[in-house]
């Protein structure tokens, strides 16, 4: 009963809007120089594969524009703004879980073939700074420490059950509990064009990121186009302006892995592991609808493998909402 009514819920999410990518699900929102508090929700219910990853939830905040502690404006002083000009930065904070699973849920032995059964539940401090970057060319840099925890604190067995009308049997296999760290850094782009009257445009967003810690050691690289009506300024740094406008995208994404802790296995006591994918991709498609200081938006999401024995790619569906305030 209650998966069929999370599935309904989360089909009527999907027939709102659709939003296809990840990067853009979670900084839709960063032109704004006022607060943001935004929720996201990934689930892959609806494509009714109920494996790998399976279930993620972060709930976000981002300051008004030059709101920083003293401290940290000193120490983003401090920090260069390599090819770009740091005219507007934001703190922010985000907590999170991740719910990871092998494909068989009902097997209460270890599935040595599949991945391992893992949570993730972290808080994330973060600072972003943007600014313009010569000619049309913007910048928006992000850094963030995520910090959390894996194992049973992560609360990933009892987030999973409320779901499921029958438990999972082999979280008993789950990886054991670790505090773990990820530094993380992420540079976006943005090209934009623009009609005579300012209204419809298009825009290409190619973006690099590096991440280093004992959750994730790798580096990405992807894009996407977007095109639509009063597309948000994301990477403003003046006066916003509030107007209802919808776009349409699609986003490629490329990774290079050289450690994932939910694939490799605990850092300092053994478990479960299995051999990751070095390089691995994504794709995501969609539409997202803005409505002055509200943006709803859900989204599907395309995963190559991510270990060398998944035999084919996973998938799963985010909805999203942000308000402005």
């Known amino acids: 009963m209650r998966s069929?009514?999370?599935?309904?819920?989360?089909?009527?999410?999907?027939?709102?809007?659709?939003?296809?990518?990840?990067?853009?699900?979670?900084?839709?929102?960063?032109?704004?120089?006022?607060?943001?508090?935004?929720?996201n929700l990934d689930n892959d219910i609806t494509a009714r594969?109920?494996?790998h990853y399976t279930a993620g939830?972060?709930?976000?905040?981002?300051?008004?524009?030059?709101?920083?502690?003293?401290?940290?404006?000193?120490?983003?002083?401090?920090?260069?703004?390599?090819?770009?000009?740091?005219?507007?930065?934001?703190?922010?904070?985000?907590?999170?879980?991740?719910?990871?699973?092998?494909?068989?849920l009902n097997r209460s032995e270890l599935q040595v073939r599949d991945r391992p059964?893992?949570?993730?539940?972290?808080?994330?401090?973060?600072?972003?700074?943007?600014?313009?970057?010569?000619?049309?060319?913007?910048?928006?840099?992000t850094l963030r420490l995520e910090l959390g925890l894996t194992g049973p604190p992560s609360l990933a067995e009892q987030a999973q059950d409320w779901v499921h009308e029958r438990d999972p049997a082999g979280w008993s296999h789950q990886l054991k509990t670790e505090l773990a760290f990820a530094?993380?850094?992420?540079?976006?782009y943005r090209i934009a064009w623009r009609s005579a009257d300012g209204a419809w445009g298009a825009e290409l967003l190619p973006q690099l990121a590096a991440n280093l810690g004992t959750v994730d050691v790798s580096l990405a690289a992807g894009t996407v186009l977007r095109a639509g009506y009063h597309?948000?300024?994301?990477?403003?740094?003046?006066?916003?302006?509030?107007?209802?406008?919808?776009?349409?995208?699609?986003?490629?994404n490329g990774r290079w892995v050289l450690h994932n802790l939910f694939l490799d296995g605990n850092t300092f006591c053994a478990s479960h592991r299995v051999d990751h994918t070095p390089a691995c991709g994504q794709f995501q498609a969609g539409l997202a609808l803005v409505l002055k200081r509200v943006e709803i938006a859900?989204?599907?999401?395309?995963?190559?493998?991510?270990?060398?024995?998944?035999?084919?790619?996973?998938?799963?569906?985010?909805?999203?909402?942000?308000?402005?305030f």
Do not use: C
């Open 298 to 324: 859900a989204a599907h999401t395309f995963l190559s493998p991510e270990f060398t024995a998944q035999p084919e790619w996973d998938q799963f569906s985010s909805g999203f909402l942000a308000v402005k």
């Open 183 to 188: 530094l993380r850094y992420q540079r976006r």
């Open 57 to 104: 939830t972060r709930l976000s905040y981002l300051s008004a524009d030059e709101d920083l502690p003293r401290w940290l404006a000193r120490l983003s002083g401090a920090l260069p703004a390599w090819g770009f000009e740091n005219a507007a930065q934001k703190w922010g904070l985000e907590v999170g879980q991740h719910i990871y699973t092998p494909a068989d």
């Open 117 to 141: 059964y893992a949570g993730w539940l972290y808080l994330s401090p973060m600072l972003q700074r943007r600014g313009p970057a010569g000619g049309p060319v913007r910048v928006m840099e």
């Open 231 to 252: 597309i948000p300024n994301e990477f403003g740094t003046g006066t916003s302006r509030l107007r209802w406008g919808a776009y349409v995208f699609a986003g490629l």
């Open 4 to 39: 069929s009514l999370i599935q309904a819920a989360l089909w009527a999410g999907v027939g709102i809007v659709m939003l296809g990518s990840a990067a853009t699900l979670s900084q839709a929102e960063d032109g704004w120089e006022g607060h943001i508090l935004t929720v």
């Open 49 to 51: 594969t109920d494996r």
